[in-house]
RNA sequence: GGGAGAUUAGCUCAGCUGGUUCAGAGCAUCUGCCUUACAAGCAGAGGGUCACUGGUUCGAACCCAGUAUCUCCCA
C-alpha cells in the first residue's frame, strides 16, 4: 500500500537545492487570502498586541527594520499558533523633521524655494509627495513575510491621529503641563527650527583656538588674554570668568576688562566651572550662544546678549559685522583682531561640532521661545511601573539607564519651526496673549471670554506656526492607533490594550519607549505594554554602523531575493541576543539558507518512502526516543520565548531538526535504498516532521507553509500559520528513554571514532564486541547500534578478542576486531592517559569529600553527586585497567 | 566631568541560586569521506591561565576590592 503525502508538487522533489523564490510570494498571498492576520475583539482568546515602532513614511527597509520586524514577527506567529488573538498593529510615521528635510530638497531641485511657497502651497506638494513613496516600506515588509493586519495600517499625522494629538496638547495644558518659555535650544540656521538632540550629529573637527587679549579697565595696557573657537561672539560677552584657586588671575576677580574692538565693559567673575587647565584659564561668558555660560549667566546674574538672527546672520546687537553670516562674521573679525594687534595667537585643537542630521549645518545654541511640557508629575509614575516590574524591560540592565533618566527628566521641547506635522493649537489674539483650543471656533469663544470683547472674529486670531515634536504624536501610538483617544471606551481599545510585547532599539529608550509608558499611565491609567525587547543595533564585521557612506548595508530585498526571506530572518536571529549589537555577517545569512536546505532535503527522504502495511513496527525505540527528545526541546524552546531568548529557541529548534531529527531520528528508521518503511513509523515520522515544521514556522514562514503543504492532503484552512503550537507534555519514561540513547549513542561515537582514526571509510562493516556491565541496555538498541555504527555484527563476551582495538564507556569495555591494524604502543599508550586522566579525577573528588568542611557544608544533593563522581571514576578506572591487561 | 555596562575558544555569544559538566554552543579551522535525502552534505578531531592583581569561601567564570581595556548614556 502506498501512503501518498500530497496530491501534487509544484516544487520538484528531485532537485537537491531549494529555492525559495518559487514560493514566497505565493503563500503571502494565500495568508492575505485566507485573513489570517486579522485580528479583531474575541473573548474566547487571550488578546496578543504588539504595535510596530512606525518607520518613516518615506523610509526604505534597512538592516536595522530587517531585525526589530523579524523578531516581532517571530512573537506574534508563536502567538497566533498558541491560540492567542494575534494583532500587529502597522504604520508610519510622519517623521516631521525627516520628511520636510527631504520635500524641501526635492522642490529645490525643481527650482522651487520653501520660502516662496505658502504653508498651504507647501504642505500640498508634501503630501502629494508622501502619497506617491509613503508606505514602500510596508510593502517590503510583507516581502519579510510580516504578519500584521494591514487592515489596521496607521499614520500619525492622518485625521484621526492628529486630532488625538490636539486632544492630548489641549488636555494637558489645561492640566497646567504645557507652557512656552524661552530656553536654550539646538538651532539649526538652515532648517530654521529647533531640533532634538538626536537629530545632531557630532563630527569630529580641527577646530581654531583664538587667544583674544581683553584690555583690563583703569590699566592700560594690561591684558586678560581669553581663549575661544568663537570670537565672533565676543560681541555677546557679559563677563569674563576664572577658577577663583587660579594663582594667576589673584587680583583680578571684580575687575573689568574691555571687550576687544567694542570697547564695552564686562565684569571678570569666579567660578569653580572654569578649568584651569583648558584654554588660558580664562573663559567668556556669552549666555545667548552657548548652554554651558548660560547657565553660568543665570547663576551669576548676567544679562543676556543675543547677536544672532535665525538665519545665523549677525543682527544689530552684534554691532559689528550685522548682516554678515556667523562663519563670515568669524573671517572677518579674526582679521580685524590681528591687525588691532589683539589677537595673541592661534592654535589647532581636536574638537567636535554637532550638526543636523538632516540639513548639515552647524548647530547653534539659541535661546528662543518655546512650547514646553512638564514632565516630572509624569515621570513618577511612569518609573515606579517599570521598578516595580509591571513593565520588564529586556535586558534588565536598561532599568538602570531607565531610572537615572527619569530622576533626572528635564522638561520636553514640544515645538518644532517646521510645516510637515501637527500645528500648535494656540491662538494668538491681537493684544499679544493666547487660548489654546480644538478648533478655531472654539478658540473664538475662549478668545471673547478671555478678552472680553465679544467683536473678535476668526480671522482675527493668528494660530501658532509651530508644529509639534514627532514624538509627540509617536508616544500616543499604542492607544491611538486603536482611536482610544476619540472614542475611549471602543471594543478594540477595550481588547487589545494594554499591549503585550513592544520590539524597540534602545537608543529610543527615552524619546519613545519612556513617553509611551508615560501616555499610558497618563490617558488610561494603565501600561501601554507588558515587555519591552530591546534589539542591538546592526553592525558590519568590523563593528562599525551600517550607513550609506560607508556603502557596508546590504540590501535587504537583494538579500531576500538571493538567500529567501526566510534564510534573512534566521540569519538575523542567529547572532541576536537582546541589547547586544549584532554583527551582520553574510556567512549567517548562508546558513540559514543551508538550514532551509537541510530541511528541504530531509522532506524529499521522507517524501520518497513507501509503506508497507504488511511490515510489522520496526522503529518503536527510536519513534519512543523522539517524541521524548521532541517533548523536552519544546519545553526548552517555550522557555526561551518566556524569557524573550528569541535566537536560544532559535539555535534549540536548528538542533532539534539538524542533530536529533536528521543526522540521528532519520539515519536510525531509514530503510535501504528502495525498500519500503513500515506504515506506523511512516506515521509517526510524518507527524514529528509536522511539529518540526510548527516549531519552526515563526522563524521560518515560507519554507515551513511549503512542506506543510506537501507533507500531506491539506483542508482549505489547513495552514501551519494557524496550526497549534506543539505541547511539551514528556511521556513519563522520557528521563530513561533519552538517557538510554545517549548510552547507545556513545558507542555509536566510539565505533566511528575507530572508524576515523584507523581510516576506515564510512562502509566498511565491522564486528563489535562488547563487555558491558548493562547487556540488556545494549541489547536492545542493537538495531540502532548496527546500523548507525555500520556493525555487520555486535556480541557480548566476558573478555575481549586478541588483535582488537578498545574503548571504554563507563564501566563497560568494546572491542572492535581488527587483525592488521593494530599498533600495541600506541593502543597501550592511549589507554594509558585516559587512565591517568581518569585516576586524576578521581583524586580530586576523593580530596574534596574528604575535606570536613565540605562534607559539613555542602547541601546533600551536592554531596550525593560528588560521590556518584567518585563511584563512577572508580568503575571506569577498572574498566581501563581491564583493558590495559587485554591489550 | 558624572553614570551604566562589558571583558569566557580564531569570531559571535551562553553559562540561572557559588558545587550535576576538572568550562558550553553556533560559526570558523583541521582530518577523512562524492556512504542512493542533502558537498548548501556526512563522520571525527583540535582549540580557553574565564582581562589582570588581591580577598571572602571547604569550594569562585560566578561574590567583594583594586587595576587595565572597551562600549554606551548624560553633561
Same mark, same amino acid.
Given at each position: 500500500m502506498l501512503i501518498t503525502c500530497a496530491d501534487s508538487l509544484p516544487m520538484n522533489p528531485t532537485k537537491t537545492t531549494y529555492t525559495p523564490a518559487d514560493v514566497e510570494a505565493k503563500w503571502y498571498q494565500r495568508w492575505q487570502e485566507q485573513g489570517f492576520f486579522k485580528a479583531r475583539p474575541n473573548p474566547k482568546k487571550t488578546p496578543y498586541t504588539v504595535v510596530i515602532p512606525p518607520p518613516n513614511v518615506t523610509g526604505v527597509l534597512?538592516?536595522?527594520?530587517?531585525?526589530?520586524?523579524?523578531?516581532?514577527?517571530?512573537?506574534?506567529?508563536?502567538?497566533?499558533?498558541?491560540?492567542?488573538?494575534?494583532?500587529?498593529?502597522?504604520?508610519?510615521?510622519?517623521?516631521?523633521?525627516?520628511?520636510?528635510?527631504?520635500?524641501?530638497?526635492?522642490?529645490?531641485?525643481?527650482?522651487?524655494?520653501?520660502?516662496?511657497?505658502?504653508?498651504?502651497?507647501?504642505?500640498?506638494?508634501?503630501?502629494?509627495?508622501?502619497?506617491?513613496?509613503?508606505?514602500?516600506?510596508?510593502?517590503?515588509?510583507?516581502?519579510?513575510?510580516?504578519?500584521?493586519?494591514w487592515d489596521r495600517t496607521r499614520f500619525t499625522m492622518e485625521p484621526k491621529l492628529t486630532e488625538a494629538v490636539l486632544r492630548v496638547f489641549v488636555d494637558l495644558y489645561r492640566k497646567g503641563l504645557i507652557y512656552r518659555g524661552v530656553r536654550m535650544v539646538n538651532w539649526d540656521p538652515l532648517g530654521g527650527t529647533a531640533i532634538s538632540d538626536e537629530e545632531m550629529i557630532p563630527k569630529d573637527v580641527m577646530a581654531k583656538m583664538y587667544y583674544l587679549n581683553y584690555e583690563v579697565v583703569g590699566q592700560p595696557g594690561r591684558f586678560l588674554t581669553v581663549a575661544t573657537s568663537r570670537p565672533e561672539t565676543i560681541m555677546a560677552d557679559v563677563a569674563v570668568a576664572v577658577n577663583p584657586t587660579d594663582e594667576r588671575f589673584r587680583g583680578l576677580a571684580g575687575q573689568r576688562v574691555r571687550i576687544p574692538l567694542l570697547g564695552r565693559e564686562i565684569p571678570v567673575i569666579q567660578d569653580e566651572y572654569v578649568l584651569t587647565d583648558f584654554g588660558t584659564g580664562a573663559l567668556k561668558v556669552t549666555p545667548a550662544h552657548d548652554l554651558n555660560d548660560y547657565n553660568l549667566g543665570l547663576k551669576h546674574n548676567l544679562p543676556i546678549i543675543d547677536i544672532l538672527n535665525d538665519d545665523g546672520t549677525l543682527n544689530e546687537k552684534a554691532e559689528l559685522y550685522v548682516g554678515q553670516d556667523r562663519f563670515a562674521a568669524r573671517r572677518n573679525i579674526v582679521k580685524d583682531l590681528e591687525a588691532a594687534g589683539l589677537l595673541v595667537k592661534v592654535e589647532e585643537y581636536a574638537s567636535i561640532v554637532q550638526t543636523s542630521e538632516r540639513t548639515k549645518a552647524v548647530i547653534e545654541p539659541k535661546l528662543s521661545m518655546q512650547w514646553f511640557m512638564k514632565m516630572e508629575h509624569l515621570a513618577k509614575p511612569a518609573l515606579e511601573v517599570v521598578e516595580n516590574d509591571t513593565i520588564r524591560l529586556y535586558p534588565a540592565k536598561f532599568k538602570n539607564t531607565y531610572r537615572v533618566w527619569m530622576e533626572n527628566v528635564r522638561d520636553w521641547c514640544i515645538s518644532r519651526q517646521l510645516w510637515w506635522g501637527q500645528q500648535i493649537p494656540a491662538y494668538y489674539l491681537?493684544?499679544?496673549?493666547?487660548?489654546? /483650543?480644538?478648533?478655531?471656533?472654539?478658540?473664538? %469663544?475662549?478668545?471673547? #471670554? *478671555?478678552?472680553? @470683547?465679544?467683536?473678535? &472674529?476668526?480671522?482675527?486670531?493668528?494660530?501658532?506656526?509651530?508644529?509639534?515634536?514627532?514624538?509627540?504624536?509617536?508616544?500616543?501610538?499604542?492607544?491611538?492607533?486603536?482611536?482610544?483617544?476619540?472614542?475611549?471606551?471602543?471594543?478594540?481599545?477595550?481588547?487589545?490594550y494594554p499591549t503585550s510585547d513592544l520590539v524597540t532599539g534602545p537608543?529610543?529608550?527615552?524619546?519613545?519607549?519612556?513617553?509611551?509608558?508615560?501616555?499610558?499611565?497618563?490617558?488610561?491609567?494603565?501600561?501601554?505594554?507588558?515587555?519591552?525587547?530591546?534589539?542591538?543595533?546592526?553592525?558590519?564585521?568590523?563593528?562599525?554602523?551600517?550607513?550609506?557612506?560607508?556603502?557596508?548595508?546590504?540590501?535587504?530585498?537583494?538579500?531576500?531575493?538571493?538567500?529567501?526571506?526566510?534564510?534573512?530572518?534566521?540569519?538575523?536571529?542567529?547572532?541576536?541576543? /537582546?541589547?547586544?549589537?549584532?554583527?551582520?555577517? %553574510?556567512?549567517?545569512? #548562508? *546558513?540559514?539558507? @543551508?538550514?532551509?536546505? &537541510?530541511?528541504?532535503?530531509?522532506?524529499?527522504?521522507?517524501?520518497?518512502?513507501?509503506?508497507?502495511?504488511?511490515?510489522?513496527?520496526?522503529?518503536?525505540?527510536?519513534?519512543?526516543?523522539?517524541?521524548?527528545?521532541?517533548?523536552?526541546?519544546?519545553?526548552?524552546?517555550?522557555?526561551?520565548?518566556?524569557?524573550?531568548?528569541?535566537?536560544?529557541?532559535?539555535?534549540?529548534?536548528?538542533?532539534?531538526?539538524?542533530?536529533?531529527?536528521?543526522?540521528?531520528?532519520?539515519?536510525?528508521?531509514?530503510?535501504?535504498?528502495?525498500?519500503?518503511?513500515?506504515?506506523?513509523?511512516?506515521?509517526?515520522?510524518?507527524?514529528?516532521?509536522?511539529?518540526?515544521?510548527?516549531?519552526?514556522?515563526?522563524?521560518?514562514?515560507?519554507?515551513?507553509?511549503?512542506?506543510?503543504?506537501?507533507?500531506?492532503?491539506?483542508?482549505?484552512?489547513d495552514y501551519v500559520t494557524v496550526a497549534p503550537w506543539p505541547k511539551p507534555g514528556a511521556p513519563a519514561d522520557g528521563a530513561a528513554l533519552l538517557a538510554g540513547m545517549d548510552k547507545a549513542l556513545a558507542v555509536v561515537a566510539g565505533v566511528r571514532a575507530v572508524r576515523n582514526q584507523k581510516n576506515l571509510g564510512p562502509n566498511k562493516p565491522l564486528a563489535l564486541v562488547a563487555k558491558s556491565d548493562e547487556p540488556a541496555l545494549l541489547a536492545a538498541y542493537e538495531g540502532i547500534l548496527r546500523k548507525l555504527g555500520g556493525l555487520e555484527d555486535l556480541t557480548f563476551a566476558d573478555a575481549g578478542p586478541a588483535g582488537a582495538v578498545s574503548f571504554v564507556l563507563g564501566g563497560s569495555e568494546f572491542f572492535i576486531?581488527?587483525?592488521?591494524?593494530?599498533?600495541?604502543?600506541?593502543?597501550?599508550?592511549?589507554?594509558?592517559?585516559?587512565?591517568?586522566?581518569?585516576?586524576?579525577?578521581?583524586?580530586?573528588?576523593?580530596?574534596?569529600?574528604?575535606?570536613?568542611?565540605f562534607a559539613q557544608n555542602a547541601k546533600p544533593d551536592v554531596l550525593a553527586r560528588e560521590q556518584q563522581k567518585l563511584a563512577d571514576a572508580e568503575t571506569k578506572i577498572t574498566a581501563l585497567e581491564q583493558a590495559l591487561k587485554g591489550v
Open positions: 534597512h538592516m536595522g527594520h530587517m531585525l526589530n520586524n523579524t523578531i516581532q514577527d517571530v512573537l506574534v506567529r508563536r502567538a497566533r499558533m498558541l491560540g492567542q488573538e494575534a494583532c500587529w498593529v502597522p504604520g508610519t510615521d510622519h517623521a516631521s523633521i525627516a520628511t520636510e528635510a527631504k520635500v524641501v530638497a526635492l522642490l529645490k531641485e525643481q527650482g522651487i524655494e520653501k520660502k516662496d511657497l505658502t504653508r498651504e502651497a507647501f504642505l500640498e506638494h508634501a503630501f502629494a509627495w508622501k502619497d506617491k513613496y509613503g508606505g514602500i516600506i510596508l510593502e517590503q515588509l510583507k516581502q519579510l513575510g510580516a504578519s500584521c493586519d491681537p493684544d499679544g496673549s493666547f487660548v489654546v /483650543a480644538l478648533t478655531a471656533s472654539e478658540a473664538l %469663544e475662549l478668545a471673547r #471670554e *478671555q478678552s472680553g @470683547n465679544n467683536e473678535l &472674529k476668526i480671522s482675527d486670531l493668528r494660530q501658532e506656526e509651530d508644529v509639534l515634536d514627532t514624538w509627540f504624536s509617536s508616544w500616543l501610538w499604542p492607544i491611538s492607533v486603536f482611536d482610544g483617544f476619540a472614542d475611549p471606551d471602543n471594543a478594540d481599545i477595550n481588547y487589545f537608543d529610543i529608550l527615552f524619546f519613545w519607549v519612556a513617553r509611551m509608558i508615560m501616555a499610558g499611565l497618563e490617558f488610561r491609567q494603565e501600561v501601554p505594554f507588558r515587555n519591552v525587547y530591546f534589539t542591538g543595533i546592526v553592525r558590519d564585521t568590523q563593528g562599525r554602523k551600517m550607513s550609506k557612506q560607508l556603502g557596508n548595508s546590504p540590501d535587504p530585498l537583494d538579500l531576500i531575493a538571493q538567500f529567501g526571506a526566510d534564510a534573512v530572518r534566521t540569519g538575523m536571529l542567529f547572532s541576536a541576543p /537582546a541589547g547586544n549589537d549584532l554583527l551582520y555577517d %553574510e556567512k549567517l545569512v #548562508e *546558513q540559514g539558507r @543551508n538550514f532551509a536546505n &537541510k530541511l528541504w532535503n530531509a522532506f524529499r527522504l521522507v517524501k520518497g518512502w513507501e509503506a508497507d502495511a504488511a511490515l510489522p513496527f520496526a522503529h518503536d525505540k527510536p519513534v519512543a526516543w523522539f517524541g521524548a527528545r521532541l517533548a523536552a526541546a519544546v519545553a526548552e524552546i517555550d522557555d526561551h520565548f518566556a524569557k524573550f531568548r528569541i535566537s536560544d529557541a532559535l539555535l534549540a529548534v536548528y538542533k532539534l531538526v539538524w542533530d536529533d531529527f536528521c543526522a540521528l531520528y532519520l539515519e536510525m528508521v531509514k530503510p535501504a535504498y528502495q525498500q519500503p518503511i513500515d506504515a506506523e513509523t511512516l506515521r509517526h515520522t510524518t507527524a514529528y516532521f509536522e511539529a518540526l515544521l510548527k516549531l519552526l514556522h515563526p522563524f521560518m514562514p515560507f519554507i515551513t507553509e511549503e512542506l506543510w503543504h506537501e507533507l500531506g492532503p491539506r483542508g482549505p484552512r576486531p581488527l587483525e592488521g591494524h593494530i599498533d600495541v604502543a600506541a593502543e597501550r599508550a592511549r589507554l594509558e592517559k585516559e587512565l591517568a586522566y581518569a585516576q586524576g579525577f578521581r583524586d580530586s573528588v576523593q580530596k574534596k569529600l574528604g575535606n570536613e568542611k
